[in-house]
């Protein structure tokens, strides 16, 4: 998606306003909005005739709808009325009366109740794929918080929270001069009070077909011509990662860094997130991709380990001390936490939930 449509895509989000459909149920026997619209033109109408035509249906099936609904609720609905000055037609009883009476109360509490709710999760996290988001977003709902995910790429979910559109980018981009982790990100945009707070480690490595039938073993034989890798987008840790990797190579070799680029085969496909590049490995339509251990583990592929990397997260100075921000610190520094995370191949250690201004 490009950045453009995605940004829209966001604007609308945060407009939506819930829209409710209520339906009344009686032991099991249920009855619609659509039922009590019916009642309602039949008792503007007096005919079932006119309330065919304002709601477009036809008669036959208006009548038998309005028959399947008496008999559903074993009581009678309407009468029909013969003779009078418009020839005659149709008068509502007490019973259907009584019941749009009643979903006109319920439905006037359920507004009355939903008119000021926004449909704004509490805490809002944009970045890279990862499940250890996910885990956390689930022990967040136990405590009572909703939190929403989208993974949109360590870079994009940096821009995103610099515009306002999210309480946490999830990131895991190396320095191309030191090695490190997602340190530079807060330095590079120190004006901007940006706040790094400490995550976990993930194992990452090459993703293959089961027995690695390719013997891929280190980022050189991805330059073989009977190699096809599944890269994962730009913007994207694990895409900054591969170029990280190349640039040694590119020095090692003294072969310009866009000639290794070009040698590479499926070095310019572009996946959006983990699974989608190992399914290409998974269906034979690629040989290679990057990622981490627990998509490699959920696909029964192959995984041989590069290095281990850290993931973190980053949020605005004015968010840190929030409830939902302290929250999710407090989640990620849980031993619940920490032991589900160990099953995924995530691993926790001491300043995990360390703030870094």
């Not at 966001?10 to 019916?38: A, Y």
């Not at 696909?299 to 290095?307: A, E, V, W, Y």
């Not at 999710?328 to 939930?353: C, M, W």
């Amino acid at each position: 998606m490009e950045e453009r449509d995605l940004e829209k895509t966001l604007k609308l989000l945060s407009q939506l306003k819930p829209v409710i459909s209520i339906r009344l149920v009686f032991d099991e026997r249920v009855v619609s909005e659509e039922d009590i619209h019916l009642l309602e033109t039949l008792a503007d109408t007096g005919s079932l005739k006119e309330a065919s035509k304002k709601l477009g249906v036809d008669y036959k099936t208006l009548w038998l709808r309005l028959k399947k609904i008496e008999q559903l609720l074993g009581v009678r609905l309407a009468d029909k009325k013969r003779g009078g000055v418009r020839g005659g037609g149709f008068e509502l009883t007490f019973a259907a009366e009584a019941l749009m009476e009643r979903y006109r109360v319920v439905a006037s509490m359920l507004e009355k109740t939903l008119k000021n709710v926004q449909l704004k999760p509490d805490l809002i996290i944009y970045g890279s794929d990862c499940p250890g988001i996910e885990l956390a977003g689930r022990l967040l709902a136990e405590k009572g918080l909703s939190a929403e995910y989208l993974r949109v790429g360590s870079q994009m979910g940096l821009e995103l929270l610099l515009k306002g559109y999210s309480h946490l980018a999830g990131v895991h981009v190396i320095d191309p001069e030191t090695g490190e982790y997602n340190l530079h990100l807060i330095k590079k945009n120190n004006g901007k009070d940006l706040v790094l707070i400490r995550g976990y480690w993930r194992e990452m490595g090459f993703i293959v077909a089961p027995g690695n039938p390719k013997n891929i073993f280190s980022p050189e034989d991805l330059l073989r011509r009977d190699v096809v890798l599944a890269n994962r987008n730009k913007g994207s840790g694990t895409h900054i990662l591969l170029n990280y990797l190349l640039k040694k190579l590119s020095r090692e070799y003294g072969i310009p860094l866009h000639a290794i680029h070009s040698r590479i085969k499926g070095y310019d496909s572009s996946y959006v997130s983990h699974r989608e590049a190992a399914l290409r490995v998974l269906n034979g339509k690629a040989d290679v991709t990057i990622g981490p251990l627990w998509t490699a583990k959920s696909l029964g592929l192959d995984f041989i380990p590069i290095t281990r990397e850290r993931f973190d997260f980053i949020t605005l100075g004015s968010h840190v001390n929030s409830h939902p921000v302290k929250m999710f610190i407090e989640v990620i520094r849980s031993k619940d936490f920490s032991d589900a995370a160990l099953r995924l191949g995530i691993f926790t250690d001491y300043d995990t939930g360390k703030i870094i201004k």
